[in-house]
Protein backbone atom coordinates (compact mmCIF):
# COMPACT_ATOMS: atom_id res chain seq x y z
CA UNK A 1 0.00 0.00 0.00
CA UNK A 2 2.79 2.27 0.71
CA UNK A 3 4.46 1.81 -3.00
CA UNK A 4 1.09 2.30 -4.24
CA UNK A 5 0.95 5.66 -2.36
CA UNK A 6 4.50 6.66 -3.59
CA UNK A 7 4.04 6.03 -6.83
CA UNK A 8 0.55 7.98 -6.96
CA UNK A 9 1.77 10.96 -5.23
CA UNK A 10 4.83 11.29 -6.93
CA UNK A 11 6.11 15.47 -7.75
CA UNK A 12 8.75 14.00 -9.80
CA UNK A 13 6.91 12.07 -12.61
CA UNK A 14 3.23 12.43 -14.26
CA UNK A 15 1.30 9.94 -13.51
CA UNK A 16 -0.67 8.46 -15.98
CA UNK A 17 -3.19 5.16 -16.13
CA UNK A 18 -3.14 4.56 -19.70
CA UNK A 19 -2.33 1.15 -20.58
CA UNK A 20 0.63 1.46 -23.07
CA UNK A 21 0.27 -1.16 -25.84
CA UNK A 22 3.65 -0.77 -27.65
CA UNK A 23 5.05 -1.31 -24.26
CA UNK A 24 3.59 -5.09 -23.52
CA UNK A 25 0.80 -3.93 -21.88
CA UNK A 26 3.01 -1.78 -18.81
CA UNK A 27 0.71 1.26 -17.77
CA UNK A 28 2.57 4.76 -17.30
CA UNK A 29 2.39 5.28 -13.10
CA UNK A 30 5.23 7.73 -12.10
CA UNK A 31 6.89 7.00 -9.01
CA UNK A 32 9.85 8.63 -7.04
CA UNK A 33 12.55 7.00 -4.63
CA UNK A 34 11.26 8.01 -1.04
CA UNK A 35 11.60 7.01 2.62
CA UNK A 36 8.39 6.56 4.68
CA UNK A 37 8.94 7.91 8.67
CA UNK A 38 5.94 6.49 10.61
CA UNK A 39 5.34 7.70 14.03
CA UNK A 40 4.34 4.53 16.46
CA UNK A 41 1.48 6.52 17.44
CA UNK A 42 -0.60 8.85 15.50
CA UNK A 43 0.08 12.46 16.14
CA UNK A 44 -2.46 15.01 15.49
CA UNK A 45 -1.79 18.38 15.63
CA UNK A 46 0.87 20.68 14.08
CA UNK A 47 4.30 19.44 14.43
CA UNK A 48 7.95 20.55 13.88
CA UNK A 49 10.90 18.65 11.87
CA UNK A 50 14.36 18.67 11.62
CA UNK A 51 16.66 17.16 9.25
CA UNK A 52 20.09 16.07 8.31
CA UNK A 53 19.67 14.04 5.05
CA UNK A 54 23.22 13.06 4.04
CA UNK A 55 24.96 16.04 5.82
CA UNK A 56 22.32 18.41 4.48
CA UNK A 57 20.36 20.45 6.89
CA UNK A 58 16.54 20.71 6.20
CA UNK A 59 13.34 21.59 8.52
CA UNK A 60 9.97 22.21 7.81
CA UNK A 61 6.62 22.28 9.92
CA UNK A 62 3.67 20.00 9.02
CA UNK A 63 0.50 21.64 9.87
CA UNK A 64 -3.07 20.03 8.95
CA UNK A 65 -1.95 17.37 6.52
CA UNK A 66 0.28 20.49 4.46
CA UNK A 67 3.64 21.13 4.83
CA UNK A 68 3.19 24.37 5.86
CA UNK A 69 7.07 25.52 5.78
CA UNK A 70 9.96 24.20 4.07
CA UNK A 71 13.69 25.24 4.59
CA UNK A 72 16.80 23.11 3.00
CA UNK A 73 17.29 21.03 -0.22
CA UNK A 74 15.11 18.30 0.99
CA UNK A 75 12.06 17.62 -0.55
CA UNK A 76 9.13 16.70 1.57
CA UNK A 77 6.46 14.74 -0.59
CA UNK A 78 3.73 14.74 2.19
CA UNK A 79 3.10 14.66 6.11
CA UNK A 80 0.35 13.65 8.36
CA UNK A 81 -0.60 12.72 11.67
CA UNK A 82 1.25 9.13 10.74
CA UNK A 83 4.30 10.50 9.92
CA UNK A 84 6.12 11.55 6.34
CA UNK A 85 7.78 11.30 3.24
CA UNK A 86 11.21 12.27 2.13
CA UNK A 87 11.71 12.33 -1.71
CA UNK A 88 14.82 10.72 -2.88
CA UNK A 89 16.66 7.46 -1.07
CA UNK A 90 19.02 9.67 1.25
CA UNK A 91 21.66 7.06 2.86
CA UNK A 92 21.30 8.52 6.59
CA UNK A 93 18.83 10.73 7.88
CA UNK A 94 19.01 12.38 11.42
CA UNK A 95 16.13 13.77 12.41
CA UNK A 96 14.02 15.69 15.74
CA UNK A 97 10.71 16.09 15.73
CA UNK A 98 8.49 17.04 17.86
CA UNK A 99 4.64 19.01 18.65
CA UNK A 100 4.27 22.65 17.94
CA UNK A 101 2.36 22.82 21.50
CA UNK A 102 5.62 20.87 22.87
CA UNK A 103 3.38 17.60 23.72
CA UNK A 104 5.73 14.93 22.49
CA UNK A 105 9.15 14.70 20.94
CA UNK A 106 11.22 12.37 19.03
CA UNK A 107 15.02 11.73 17.87
CA UNK A 108 16.48 9.38 15.51
CA UNK A 109 19.27 8.13 13.46
CA UNK A 110 18.11 6.65 10.34
CA UNK A 111 20.58 4.32 7.83
CA UNK A 112 16.82 3.14 5.91
CA UNK A 113 17.36 0.12 3.18
CA UNK A 114 15.53 0.94 0.39
CA UNK A 115 13.31 -1.88 -1.69
CA UNK A 116 12.83 -1.65 -5.36
CA UNK A 117 9.18 -1.74 -6.82
CA UNK A 118 7.97 -1.21 -10.56
CA UNK A 119 4.33 0.50 -10.12
CA UNK A 120 3.81 -1.06 -13.74
CA UNK A 121 4.82 -4.46 -13.05
CA UNK A 122 7.68 -6.51 -13.67
CA UNK A 123 9.76 -5.76 -16.75
CA UNK A 124 8.22 -2.21 -17.04
CA UNK A 125 9.85 1.17 -16.34
CA UNK A 126 10.01 2.90 -14.16
CA UNK A 127 11.81 1.31 -10.87
CA UNK A 128 12.01 3.10 -7.90
CA UNK A 129 13.42 2.74 -4.34
CA UNK A 130 11.54 2.90 -1.27
CA UNK A 131 11.96 2.07 2.85
CA UNK A 132 10.42 2.35 5.56
CA UNK A 133 11.60 3.77 9.21
CA UNK A 134 9.20 3.82 12.17
CA UNK A 135 9.61 6.39 14.67
CA UNK A 136 9.26 6.28 18.46
CA UNK A 137 7.71 9.34 19.78
CA UNK A 138 7.56 10.30 23.68
CA UNK A 139 4.96 12.30 25.50
CA UNK A 140 6.77 15.11 27.32
CA UNK A 141 5.42 15.76 31.01
CA UNK A 142 5.20 18.66 32.51
Not at 27 to 40: A, K, Q, R
Not at 50 to 66: K, M, N, P, R, Y
Not at 123 to 140: I, M, R, S, Y
Request: aromatic share 6%; net charge negative.
Amino acid sequence: MRLAFLALTSLLAPVALVACEDAGGCTEIGCSDGLFVDFDQPRPGAYDVSLVIDGQATSFICEGGQVASLSGPASILSCSADGFVVAGAPARVELNAGAANLSWQAAAVLEPTYQPFAPNGAGCPPVCDAAEAALETTDVVD
